[in-house]
């Protein structure tokens, strides 16, 4: 992750999308929301999730190699509770395996196998890669690097058995002038040309799926080739393609940020999976909460220049779930929050990347026992990783045109789930349909509207996760309806799924 810039409301010439637009038909001027048995994509969904791992300083700052196991209960707790299709874990030599230069796997015990167990256990997918490394000074591959990188690969596969690997990927944000590529794409190439055949040579090929690019895609239209060249020149050795975006509340409640990635969900090949490998929001710094964050920042000594202030507002569940529900409806068959937690990742020297749904060492390091509780955002992020699993076949959904209004439903194994956010200050009073009967017995419907600063209407239980403000049979189709109210700030989930 690194963030500069604004992503521009840019939309990439003649290409195809590998989804079907539900914007192309004729205006919506009921107030109605309908649910279509069209598919949005003929790829299955492969899940939501956050960011998870690193932990890389956690002994400099506690004392310890790994939490207290007071601390481990509480994240397997509330990842249980979150319940993510996919989550994306990224290494790195020097905190992972390499000690005074010698190949250490074992380094990776404290906290990144204890992770790995966990998502083994529970069935979660990974995304897992390593942040990169520099050229050598000739410009040339760092060949050692990639020998011991896929040796751990490997040391993962084969001596732990973690099956949850799903994804590979090497050299986060390559287009990047801050990243171990600095943006040279031919330096990109030979790396991964390299990987490809250490794969061959490990018994690794067709063992776990090589993903890419990774790139982040504001400010530059051009960053499209990053996605065409190597699917020309790779061909099906990638097996899956990402990026990462992190739009402004303007872009996204705006409409260019669809378009946006919807272009990029274009040039990738349409048979392959397109996850969305970072999100979250970036505010102009011009603006009033772009201010507000830098104010934030400052007053907080422990947050680093690159945090987001506003996870601490409940405004801020809703605006990300609009951003989600449009990636879905572009075709994205996973999407990965930035991020889970604050410890995860130091910004500058003992100042934390502040972007997560609570800091898992407030009370032994950073601000105290109250900053570990968890934050609003939780609320709806949780409910959408845990009712849009893997497997589901995404549905489109017809709505009115009205800002800061999306939605989407999912299908899986004949259960339903349906999500309505609205991130505009007005209220929306609509009606639920669809296209053909369909009854939801014994739906759960959950709201979540935000109030001012951290408060938010929503019921929760002792442990602060979401249960239902109701649980009734709606029926839709063939005239039936359900009457949705949308505050300003709200999000709606209603499923089947248990």
């Known amino acids: ?63 310890n190699a790994t939490f207290t196991e007071a601390d481990w209960a509480t994240l397997r707790e509330r990842v249980s509770f979150l319940k993510p299709g996919l989550v994306r874990i990224m290494a790195s030599q020097g905190w992972n395996y390499l000690t005074d230069g ?26 897992y890669g390593e942040w990169g490394e520099r050229a050598l000074e000739d410009g040339s591959v760092d060949t050692d690097w990639l020998n011991r990188s896929t040796d751990f690969l490997k040391y993962l596969l084969d001596v732990k058995g973690y099956t949850c690997l799903k994804y590979y990927n090497m050299c986060n944000e390559p287009a990047g002038d801050w990243s171990s590529i600095g943006g040279n794409y031919d330096l990109w190439q030979q790396t991964y040309d390299q990987i490809f055949s250490l794969l061959e040579q490990k018994g690794l090929s067709g063992r ?28 099906d050795r990638i097996g899956a393609y990402d990026i990462h975006s992190y739009p402004t509340d303007d872009q996204v409640k705006g409409g260019s940020y669809r378009s946006v990635i919807e272009a990029y969900r274009g040039v990738a090949p349409a048979g392959k999976p397109m996850i969305m490998g970072e999100l979250g929001f970036k505010y102009n710094p011009n603006s009033a909460l772009g201010a507000k964050n830098l104010a934030r920042i400052a007053e907080d000594p422990y947050a680093g220049d690159d945090s987001n202030m506003m996870v601490y507002d409940a405004f801020y569940g809703v605006d990300v779930a609009d951003a989600v529900i449009q990636n879905m409806l572009a075709g994205y068959n996973g999407i990965i929050l930035w991020n889970m937690d604050d410890a995860m990742y130091e910004d500058q020297r003992d100042e934390l990347k502040r972007w997560g749904f609570w800091n898992i060492l407030g009370e032994e390091r950073f601000g105290g026992a109250a900053d570990e509780a968890i934050r609003p955002w939780f609320y709806p992020m949780s409910l959408l990783c845990r009712y849009f699993p893997a497997g589901s076949n995404l549905l489109q959904v017809s709505i009115p045109e009205k800002k800061g209004l999306q939605a989407i439903a999912a299908e899986k194994s004949g259960a339903y789930t349906i999500a309505i956010a609205n991130s505009h200050a007005a209220a929306y009073t609509l009606q639920l349909k669809a296209d053909e009967q369909m009854t939801l017995s014994n739906a759960k419907v959950y709201r979540f509207t935000a109030g ?27 005239g039936q309806s359900r009457t949705i109210t949308l505050p300003g700030h709200t999000f709606v989930l209603i499923t089947t799924l248990p």
């Open 102 to 127: 010698a190949y250490h796997p074992e380094k990776s015990a404290g906290v990144l196998f204890r992770i790995l167990d966990f998502c083994q256990d529970q069935g979660i997918q990974v995304m």
């Open 1 to 63: 992750m690194k963030l500069q810039g604004c992503l521009l409301g840019l939309m990439l010439a003649g290409v195809s999308s590998a989804c079907q637009d539900v914007r192309l038909e004729p205006k919506n001027i009921d107030n109605d929301i309908v649910v279509k048995t069209t598919p949005v994509t003929n790829l299955p969904f492969e899940g939501i999730g956050p960011q998870w791992g690193g932990y890389d300083n956690i002994e400099r700052w506690t004392g």
């Open 208 to 235: 776990i799926t090589v993903i890419a690019p990774d790139v982040a895609i504001w400010n530059d239209t051009s960053l499209s080739d990053w996605i065409t060249r190597p699917a020309a020149h790779f061909g």
């Open 452 to 478: 001012q600063g951290a408060a938010f209407e929503g019921p929760v239980d002792a442990k602060g996760f979401a249960v239902p403000e109701s649980v009734e049979t709606i029926q839709l189709g063939s």
